[in-house]
């Protein structure tokens, strides 16, 4: 896998091995939610094929789009970080195939294993600065009054 600054990395593959042994694989229907904002985070789930929207609440007007998730892409990172609460909302939009992992079970994992748990953390702490600089721009895009891209 290629990255550039934009792109989080990928979790090493000793680590992605290790991972996918408490992996179950799961499906949702186009429509589905993943999690709500606010809810309780006990789980996340890695893209087999399809596309997931990543979604904030906007007080007085219609969910914001963050982020389109696909292949391979983390669903998911609040699981790891205290409070354990979901920081967006989640929405399948075509029927998306997964595996799916109980975060209570892969955080005992990093517990029993400092090197995995901090793979795990870089990993995620990476797909969050990523998920943060892609919100702050989608918001910009949509809010702003001369867009992300504009300088007064």
Known sequence: MITTPTM????????????????REVSFPQGARLFEEGG??????????GTVELDMH???RR??????LRHNELVGWSWLFTPHVW?????????????EFDATAVRAMCQDDPALGHALTQWAGDV????????????????APYGAGSHV
């Open 8 to 23: 989080p990395r990928a979790l090493p593959a000793e680590y992605r091995q290790r991972l996918m042994r408490v992996a």
């Open 40 to 49: 309780k985070a006990d789980r996340f789930w890695i893209i087999r094929t």
């Open 128 to 143: 969050l600065a990523h998920r943060l600089r892609a919100a702050r721009t989608r918001l910009l895009d949509l809010y």
């Open 87 to 99: 920081h967006l909302g989640a929405e399948a939009t075509t029927p998306v195939p997964a595996y």
């Open 58 to 60: 906007v007080p007085g």
């Open 63 to 68: 969910a914001a789009v963050i982020e389109v």
